[in-house]
């Protein structure tokens, strides 16, 4: 157990809950209710969207590879749940979450046959077959949006609480422990990270790398179908796009919390600590009412300056 | 000449796929081909090939641009308040603006190069920046561009449409010339191998801010057209052509592993692409269906440049 947190744990992986803490202190000072615990835990369970998607994301980005296929593999989940529960037939009701996670894992093997067997690169393949979701999508609800509703579960999924702590963050909190343990104790999560390093000598050691990608990429399409089901649930409806503005958030959470870009190196806790940070960070730039154009502005350089900070310290360390 | 074709397998490829399509949008079209179509066809595609130039030059150095349709929406908005007046303000103004797009460019190489961050994350943060800034111009979209000039960039020259004469200007008087200089060169190097480029001596710094530089200024002068097209500034242009322009890249022929392809190969993707939706357009294909067919095609296009993969004589080359 403390091997497994202590190679979860690296200073890295650090740097996003520091960067939290700095951001509820500063906040503090302009807005003492930051200091509140209703807000604390309403941003804990705001965070868990953000983090299932950057959770799922992670895994991908361990391999050395990007899902750009998550917004509409969110949206798709969404509107598949809504409206299965929205036919008010109770077994297509209760069928609504498990439905939509196959479809999650579905589309993550499409992702995965693209990169593993046609060896298209994963930037390219997953924007293609995001499109192609968008495409149905829109063929399938006519262009407005899905008419459905959710089920009690998913709103207890994304608004219900647990001894004062939202649920949805605790349903995070667990997807995260569950794999960092396959990440760090099966051979599967070895064989991620090595084929982020090195794919060729992955397989000369006798590694099925397919296989690997293709669980990888079904992970994620999990990951980003459970964050759509519940972000459905905490909306009560789908709607069009709603996934849109979740990408590029979710890839810098990944990047903030130490995971490299170019695979093999990071992990899941740092993900967390990344999802926290950009939530508090949107959330307080929000509360102090700045505008749309100098949010995108300051999100953009606080980024960028972790960044530095991170590749700084390295330089040093050296 | 057959030589050229060989050596040149990928953008030969791309180009007779253009001709097919072109053919047939122009034989389904209810106008036919009437210069009409042909320049409202030619301006859409010259605005995403501008954008998929500026991406060619992150992606040939092995990086890739996730800011070119930022950098587009704030060259727009800032166009949208220069190009307008006297005819001197206009001229400066034009140059402000691609110079607006060489700068962003500039900073995302210089943070790249001297911050030692991947370019993926880098342009994803500075993206972020540059449609703020653009929102800080245009709030709302607005402003007004010299519509004297915007017809004389976007209508035609004695029947041929003025997209098409800068299309031409940009592959013949541009890169034809610049891919013979030593930058031109230091590029592919540099994406080829980067230990290789610096061991024969190429300043790889340089060359890298340099590639970025271009993308820059080949973003801004997709801005620039984008404003001749609509005349107006708008800050909400940016998602969409960032990432069309990867996939017209990738369409046309370059290899997102650097190194590989041409200028005129990430041009006739982005045609590809334009033409593939007006197609739809024309097509009967009832409008519900049509972002679906366009995704399938994209996807169909993308798993055929894949193939390659099945000429493959040994596993191990596959891990490239």
């Known amino acids: 157990m403390i091997r497994t947190v202590s190679r979860a744990v690296t200073l890295d992986s650090l740097m996003p809950y520091l960067g939290a803490v700095a951001l509820i202190i500063a906040g503090s000072f302009f807005f003492p209710q930051v200091l509140s615990v209703d807000y604390l835990t309403q941003q804990l369970q705001i965070a868990a969207f953000l983090g299932l998607l950057a959770t799922g994301a992670t895994i991908v980005i361990l391999l050395g590879h990007i899902d750009l296929s998550v917004p509409w593999v969110l949206t798709g989940a969404a509107i598949l749940s809504t409206a299965m529960v929205g036919t008010g037939n109770p077994v297509l009701s209760v069928l609504a979450v498990p439905a939509a996670l196959a479809f999650g894992a579905l589309i993550g093997l499409i992702n995965g046959m693209g990169v593993a067997i046609l060896r298209i690169p994963s930037m390219v393949w997953t924007l293609a077959v995001n499109s192609m979701l968008l495409g149905l999508a829109v063929l399938n609800t006519g262009g407005f949006n899905p008419r459905g509703e959710s089920s009690p579960l998913m709103v207890a999924m994304a608004s219900g609480d647990v001894l004062g702590l939202p649920l949805s963050f605790l349903i995070w909190i667990a997807v995260c422990v569950g794999l960092t343990w396959v990440l760090v104790r099966t051979p599967f999560g070895r064989y991620l990270r090595s ?45 069009q796009s709603m996934g849109d503005p979740f990408l590029l958030p979710t890839i810098a959470a990944v990047v903030i919390g130490g995971t490299s870009i170019l695979g093999g190196r990071g992990g899941l806790f740092g993900t967390i600590g990344g999802a926290l940070f950009i939530t508090l960070l949107t959330s307080i730039l929000s509360v102090m009412q700045i505008g749309d154009a100098w949010r995108n502005i300051i999100f953009g350089a606080i980024i960028l300056a972790m960044l530095l900070f991170q590749t700084l310290r390295k330089g040093a360390a050296q | ?240 052509f960032t990432l069309n322009s990867i996939a017209a890249v990738v369409l046309g022929g370059v290899l997102l592993r650097g190194g590989v392809g041409s200028l005129v190969g990430a041009l006739a993707g982005a045609f590809i692409l334009k033409t593939i939706a007006s197609l739809m357009f024309f097509s009967g294909i009832p409008s519900l269906a049509q972002p679906l067919f366009e995704g399938l095609i994209l996807a169909g296009a993308i798993a055929i440049g894949g193939a390659d993969v099945l000429r493959a004589r040994n596993k191990l080359e596959v891990f490239k």
């Open chain 1, 195 to 239: 084929i982020g390093f090195n794919e060729k000598a992955t397989f000369l050691s006798g590694v099925s790398t397919p296989s690997v990608v293709f669980a990888a990429f079904a992970i994620a399409g999990m990951c980003s179908a459970l964050g759509g089901v519940m972000l459905a649930g905490y909306a009560n409806q789908a709607y």
């Open chain 2, 1 to 240: 000449m057959l030589e050229y074709a060989k050596s040149n397998r990928r953008e030969v490829i791309a180009a007779a796929v253009l001709i097919v399509l072109l053919a047939t949008y122009l034989g389904t079209h209810p106008r036919g081909a009437s210069t009409y179509v042909m320049t409202i066809w030619a301006n859409q595609c010259l605005i995403l090939g501008l954008a998929a130039c500026a991406q060619f030059f992150a992606v040939v150095v092995r990086g890739i641009d996730l800011s070119v349709g930022a950098v587009m929406a704030l060259t727009n908005t800032i166009a949208s308040y220069l190009l307008d007046g006297s005819a001197g303000g206009i001229a400066l103004g034009m140059i402000a603006v691609v110079g607006a797009g060489a700068l962003c460019g500039l900073l995302n190489g210089a943070i790249i190069v001297f911050g030692r961050i991947q370019p993926i994350v880098v342009t994803l943060a500075t993206a972020s920046i540059f449609v703020g800034l653009a929102l800080l111009l245009r709030p709302t979209p607005g402003g007004a561009v010299n519509y004297d000039l915007a017809d004389a960039m976007t209508l035609d020259v004695l029947g041929i449409p003025t997209a098409l004469i800068i299309t031409a200007v940009v592959v013949f008087a541009f890169w034809l010339p610049f891919r013979r200089t030593g930058l031109g060169l230091g590029l592919y190097a540099l994406g080829s191998s980067e230990q290789a480029a610096f061991q024969s001596g190429i300043d790889t710094r340089l060359v890298r801010l340099a590639a970025f530089t271009l993308a820059g200024i080949f973003a801004g002068l997709a801005g620039l057209f984008y404003s001749f097209v609509t005349t107006t500034g708008d800050a909400g242009i940016g998602p969409g």
